[in-house]
């Protein structure tokens, strides 16, 4: 995220904002901030809480500061590759943050190589604030337009520089970014809505595929218009996002998240019915679509699940050996609600299949009668190369064995998926995203994707 705060300090902001943006990285935060003299940065692995004392924020002092939360799909989650990354250039100082995953990396990496650029992380963050420093064009905008076109993948990110803020999307808008301003006239840009929101914004704004946005040290804002930004491409913006990865009250691509959500669970309720006497979410990210099940079945809705909040979402934990520590930490069954009971639970995805067997196991040593499973996504076959650290092919268990085996491997009375022509139907439409990790149609060449560890010191 990026803030622009006159006469205050821009960093508090873009703490709080971080506090909101948690769901979306937990394995390091960090923020940068100018002075008018020099750029600070406060960096380490941990959740913002962990990171930041009140000390570190009075210390990021100044009116503009840039902020990460940073979850790992290139590099290792060491220290090295906290953002946002910082380096001094002949254009100034550059702070970078990014949320995405370059897909040309390993040809961006050459190129610097080639041209004497030495590197210090697995990040391809690096390679993007490196590859700005270098560029000869006369403003920000123009170097951030050029590099753009030469990146293939998922990038929405910001910078600061003494100049002012920047931020951009992708052309393809795979991943979102939105700005708004505050009753302070603070200016603030976050990778989701819901952050912009907890700012207090009133006028929020996604940020367009390929837009460039600006904020300069006098508070002056720009959006480039159609044909300023980067060379339009096929609009691919993430499906995921509204399956798992962002906060409900986000709004993604002009849609509420818990609207499609909910949807979702409308279409699963029509296709995959079940006899029952309960719906029941895996928390939180399937909330919305159990709310739509159960409005679109009858079924009344109900909690049994009792989450562990203070334990982060599996799914982004670096390694199977956490994630699978994290589902038996993080969930309790309340026994009562479900006990002689045929539970319908609504998962919103099953990627590895590490949380879906042991609350199965849960319901029914709390003595569930049945326990029918559906899933508000398709099943999962192919890796994603563009933010989300979905693992190998051979990780990802619809490929491991056929969906009709599910139910049995999983212990539950039946099974069901969500299909992608209903994704289409609850979105009014499939063209403009992604789906490549339900359907392997990417929207770029991936082969030249490098693998998540390909840059390993
Ligand atoms: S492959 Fe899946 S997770 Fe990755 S960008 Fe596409 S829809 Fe999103």
């Known amino acids: 995220m990026a803030v622009y705060a006159p006469g205050r300090d821009a960093s508090r902001l873009a703490y709080y904002g971080l506090f909101a943006l948690q769901h979306r990285g937990q394995e390091s935060a960090g923020i940068a901030a100018w002075?008018?003299?020099?750029?600070?940065?406060?960096?380490?692995?941990?959740?913002?809480?962990?990171?930041?004392?009140?000390?570190?924020?009075?210390?990021?002092?100044?009116?503009?500061?840039?902020?990460?939360?940073?979850?790992?799909?290139?590099?290792?989650s060491n220290a090295r590759n906290a953002q946002p990354f910082l380096i001094d250039s002949r254009h100034g100082p550059i702070?970078?943050?990014?949320?995405?995953?370059?897909v040309n990396a390993g040809d961006i990496r050459r190129r610097l190589l080639d041209r004497g650029v030495g590197l210090t992380s697995a990040s391809d963050t690096e390679l993007m604030i490196m590859d700005l420093a270098g560029r000869g064009e006369d403003d920000w905008v123009s170097r951030i337009r050029a590099a753009m076109n030469s990146w293939?993948?998922?990038?929405?990110?910001?910078?600061?520089?003494?100049?002012?803020?920047?931020?951009?999307?992708?052309?393809?808008?795979?991943?979102?970014?939105?700005?708004?301003?505050?009753?302070?006239?603070?200016?603030?840009?976050?990778?989701?809505t819901c952050a912009l929101a907890t700012l207090g914004c009133r006028e929020i704004h996604e940020i367009a595929a390929g837009q460039i946005v600006s904020c300069d040290a006098e508070g002056r804002?720009?959006?480039?218009?159609?044909?300023?930004?980067?060379?339009?491409?096929?609009?691919?913006?993430?499906?995921?996002?509204?399956?798992?990865?962002?906060?409900?009250?986000s709004v993604w691509n002009g849609h509420s998240v818990h609207e499609v959500r909910r949807r979702f669970g409308e279409e699963l309720a029509r296709r995959s019915p079940a006899?029952?006497?309960?719906?029941?979410?895996?928390?939180?990210?399937?909330?919305?679509?159990?709310?739509?099940?159960?409005?679109?079945?009858?079924?009344?809705?109900?909690?049994?699940?009792?989450?562990?909040?203070y334990i982060g979402r599996t799914f982004i934990e670096p390694t199977t050996a956490l994630r699978k520590r994290g589902v038996s930490l993080k969930f309790n069954v309340l026994h009562d609600s479900v006990k002689g009971k045929r539970i319908v639970v609504i998962d919103d995805?099953?990627?590895?299949?590490?949380?879906?067997?042991?609350?199965?196991?849960?319901?029914?040593?709390?003595?569930?009668?049945?326990?029918?499973?559906?899933?508000?996504?398709?099943?999962?076959?192919?890796?994603?190369?563009?933010?989300?650290d979905m693992g190998q092919?051979?990780?990802?268990?619809?490929?491991?064995?056929?969906?009709?085996?599910?139910?049995?491997?999983?212990?539950?009375?039946?099974?069901?998926?969500?299909?992608?022509?209903?994704?289409?139907?609850?979105?009014?439409?499939?063209?403009?995203y992604c789906a490549a990790c339900f359907s392997g149609d990417y929207p770029f060449d991936v082969e030249m994707a490098e693998a998540k560890e390909r840059f390993e010191f």
């Open 35 to 76: 002075d008018g003299r020099s750029v600070n940065v406060k960096k380490s692995p941990g959740l913002v809480s962990q990171v930041f004392s009140e000390a570190d924020i009075e210390g990021l002092a100044g009116g503009l500061a840039i902020g990460h939360n940073r979850y790992s799909t290139t590099g290792s």
């Open 349 to 388: 995805s099953i990627v590895r299949g590490n949380t879906i067997r042991p609350l199965v196991a849960l319901l029914k040593n709390a003595g569930a009668k049945e326990v029918h499973v559906r899933v508000a996504s398709p099943p999962v076959r192919h890796p994603c190369m563009m933010g989300v």
């Open 393 to 432: 092919r051979s990780e990802l268990v619809a490929n491991v064995m056929p969906v009709a085996d599910m139910a049995k491997w999983s212990g539950a009375d039946s099974l069901a998926y969500l299909s992608l022509e209903s994704v289409g139907r609850a979105l009014g439409g499939i063209d403009d």
């Open 95 to 102: 702070a970078l943050a990014h949320n995405g995953n370059i």
């Open 275 to 309: 006899e029952a006497d309960l719906v029941i979410p895996v928390p939180d990210s399937s909330i919305s679509a159990a709310i739509g099940y159960s409005g679109a079945s009858g079924v009344p809705y109900g909690e049994a699940f009792v989450k562990n909040r």
């Open 152 to 192: 293939v993948g998922a990038f929405s990110f910001v910078t600061l520089t003494p100049e002012g803020i920047f931020a951009a999307r992708d052309s393809w808008g795979l991943r979102p970014l939105a700005y708004g301003v505050t009753a302070e006239k603070a200016f603030v840009i976050a990778s989701e």
């Open 221 to 249: 804002v720009s959006v480039t218009g159609p044909g300023e930004g980067a060379a339009p491409r096929k609009h691919a913006s993430c499906v995921f996002e509204f399956v798992y990865f962002s906060r409900p009250d």
